[in-house]
């Protein structure tokens, strides 16, 4: 007997989710572990994986379908096997909608007329309008200022939308013949001209909006379309703007000598270039020591490492840090569980990882939920500075800008050239006041201009 294949709950907040392409078609065979479709979650695009074996019999829904979570989406049997969709259906409740429609139909056939009756009322409709546009169109006319309704010189009867077909189109109005009551030109007119090749003129068509956009690349111009919202981009704007609106943000900033870390980055990468990335040759980004300095900064100064709760302020007791990776249709935070645990190494292995399989959309929700600080860095895009924005149920999330070759003054004030990165903290100030974030963003520049303290 076929087994159905339901909708699994991807995340904690999932209520549904869109198949967004199969990946598996109808008579392939199917072993534990394989990946049929991709699904488009409230947070993340993922592989729905299957968790048994046969034939792909049925798929039930089709690629871009929005389904609820436990409703059926495919079935799976035996070779051969003959599978009665209908069964599937009459166990499946209908929607309201779905009600409603079917209801609209029924009476919308109850009520059509006869054959006779239909023809009769079409051709009286039409007459209607005809003498309604003619009528609506002299109207409008009338309401306009005379000298915007007829011409200044030769006083032509036209109404206004007419005249605007005209104009567009590069037709004299002079030289248009009125059908409309006195003899005044109405939309059909032009419309008769431009369909029989319009009148010679040198003078060119009003350009629309459109035509008068700059053109990109190939010469083409940009044409306006409207992109619908997918579940993620609903989410993450649905999320942020809870953040931004109800957390009290604010912000302290920081200027890191970098100079010492990229000293340590380039003699570890160094010792490593010629280990293999399977055993643990892989080079350290500027990024993992980041993400090892803000784990022990958190070690240091547990009460950033905490959540406001309403009623109370949950301190954790490890330092889960995820760090924002950018996928297709918006971004995505995985997470280094027990950071404060880990070697440099360690840390910088499972990022690669991690952002690997988010950009791979094969990441699983335990990966990217229940971070306790997060790291935000755009650094990499020629980024200086910026202010992220809390990532809820965070009380924090550093930002991390590029790292520049600038003029400093040294120990012995002489100008030489430094390098500066800029960390900036957003902080909510219901969990982390002023003077705490400061301790914090002291601990971790301290960290980062001595590198060696995140080594023992």
Same mark, same amino acid.
């Given at each position: 007997?076929?087994?159905i294949i339901?909708?699994?709950?991807?995340s904690d907040?999932?209520?549904?989710?869109?198949?967004?392409?199969?990946?598996?078609?109808?008579?392939?065979?199917?072993?534990?572990?394989?990946?049929?479709?991709?699904v488009?979650?409230?947070?993340?695009?993922?592989?729905?994986?299957s968790?048994e074996?046969g034939v792909?019999?049925k798929?039930?829904?089709?690629?871009?379908?929005?389904?609820?979570?436990? %409703?059926?989406?495919?079935?799976?049997?035996?070779?051969?096997?003959k599978?009665?969709?209908?069964?599937?259906?009459?166990?499946?409740?209908?929607?309201?909608?779905d009600?409603?429609?079917?209801?609209?139909?029924? $009476?919308?056939?109850?009520?059509?007329?006869?054959?006779?009756?239909s023809?009769?009322s079409?051709?009286?409709?039409k007459?209607?309008t005809?003498? $309604?546009e003619?009528?609506s169109?002299?109207?409008?006319?009338?309401?306009q200022?005379?000298?915007?309704?007829?011409? %200044?010189? =030769?006083?032509?009867?036209?109404?206004p939308?007419?005249r =605007?077909?005209?104009?567009?189109?590069?037709?004299?109005?002079?030289s248009?013949k009125?059908?409309?009551?006195?003899?005044?030109?109405v939309?059909?007119?032009?419309?008769?001209?431009v369909?029989?090749?319009?009148?010679?003129?040198d003078?060119?068509?009003?350009?629309s909006p459109?035509? %008068?956009?700059?053109?990109?690349?190939?010469?083409?111009i940009?044409?306006?379309?409207?992109?619908?919202v997918s579940?993620?981009?609903g989410?993450?704007?649905?999320?942020?703007?809870?953040?931004?609106?109800?957390i009290p943000?604010y912000?302290?900033?920081a200027?890191?000598d970098?100079?010492?870390?990229?000293?340590?980055?380039?003699?570890?990468?160094?010792?490593?270039?010629?280990v293999?990335?399977?055993?643990?040759?892989?080079?350290?980004?500027?990024?993992?020591?980041?993400?090892?300095?803000?784990?022990?900064?958190?070690?240091?100064?547990?009460?950033?490492?905490?959540?406001?709760?309403?009623?109370?302020? =949950?301190?954790?007791?490890?330092?889960?840090?995820?760090?924002?990776?950018?996928?297709?249709?918006?971004?995505?935070?995985?997470?280094?569980?027990?950071?404060?645990? $880990?070697?440099?190494?360690?840390?910088?292995?499972?990022?690669?990882?991690l952002?690997?399989?988010?950009?791979?959309k094969?990441?699983?929700?335990?990966?990217?939920s229940?971070?306790?600080f997060?790291?935000?860095?755009?650094?990499?895009?020629?980024?200086?500075r910026f202010?992220?924005?809390?990532?809820?149920?965070n009380?924090?999330?550093?930002?991390?800008?590029?790292?520049?070759?600038?003029?400093?003054?040294?120990?012995?004030?002489e100008?030489e050239?430094?390098?500066?990165m800029?960390?900036?903290?957003?902080?909510?100030?219901?969990?982390?006041?002023?003077?705490?974030?400061?301790?914090?963003?002291?601990?971790?520049?301290?960290?980062?201009?001595?590198?060696?303290?995140?080594?023992?």
């Amino acid at each position: 007997m076929a087994t159905i294949i339901e909708m699994p709950k991807l995340s904690d907040t999932m209520t549904a989710g869109t198949l967004v392409k199969w990946l598996k078609n109808e008579g392939d065979a199917i072993s534990v572990g394989d990946m049929l479709a991709e699904v488009e979650t409230d947070k993340a695009t993922m592989e729905l994986e299957s968790f048994e074996e046969g034939v792909l019999l049925k798929r039930l829904v089709g690629d871009g379908a929005e389904v609820p979570v436990g %409703s059926p989406v495919a079935a799976i049997g035996e070779k051969g096997e003959k599978f009665d969709e209908s069964s599937v259906k009459s166990e499946t409740p209908a929607k309201d909608s779905d009600k409603d429609s079917k209801d609209s139909d029924r $009476k919308q056939k109850d009520e059509q007329p006869s054959e006779k009756e239909s023809k009769e009322s079409d051709e009286k409709g039409k007459k209607e309008t005809s003498e $309604k546009e003619s009528s609506s169109e002299e109207a409008a006319s009338a309401d306009q200022d005379e000298g915007d309704a007829e011409e %200044s010189s =030769k006083r032509v009867k036209i109404s206004p939308l007419a005249r =605007k077909l005209a104009r567009e189109h590069g037709l004299p109005v002079e030289s248009l013949k009125g059908s409309g009551p006195g003899g005044r030109i109405v939309k059909a007119d032009v419309l008769a001209a431009v369909e029989k090749g319009g009148v010679k003129t040198d003078k060119p068509p009003a350009p629309s909006p459109e035509a %008068s956009l700059p053109a990109v690349s190939g010469g083409a111009i940009a044409e306006a379309r409207d992109i619908p919202v997918s579940n993620m981009r609903g989410t993450i704007a649905r999320r942020l703007l809870e953040s931004k609106t109800q957390i009290p943000h604010y912000y302290l900033e920081a200027e890191v000598d970098a100079g010492p870390l990229l000293k340590v980055r380039a003699a570890i990468n160094a010792s490593l270039k010629d280990v293999p990335p399977e055993k643990g040759g892989a080079k350290l980004s500027v990024n993992d020591f980041v993400m090892k300095a803000c784990a022990e900064a958190l070690r240091r100064v547990p009460a950033v490492n905490a959540s406001w709760e309403g009623s109370s302020i =949950k301190q954790h007791p490890a330092a889960h840090v995820s760090f924002a990776v950018a996928i297709e249709d918006g971004l995505i935070t995985p997470v280094i569980f027990n950071a404060h645990a $880990k070697t440099l190494r360690h840390i910088s292995a499972e990022t690669k990882a991690l952002a690997a399989k988010a950009k791979a959309k094969k990441l699983k929700p335990e990966e990217f939920s229940g971070g306790t600080f997060c790291v935000s860095n755009l650094g990499m895009f020629g980024i200086d500075r910026f202010s992220a924005i809390i990532n809820p149920p965070n009380a924090a999330i550093l930002a991390v800008g590029g790292t520049r070759k600038i003029p400093v003054v040294n120990a012995r004030d002489e100008i030489e050239i430094g390098h500066r990165m800029v960390l900036t903290l957003s902080c909510d100030h219901r969990v982390v006041d002023g003077a705490m974030g400061a301790e914090f963003l002291s601990a971790l520049r301290e960290l980062l201009e001595n590198p060696a303290l995140m080594l023992v």
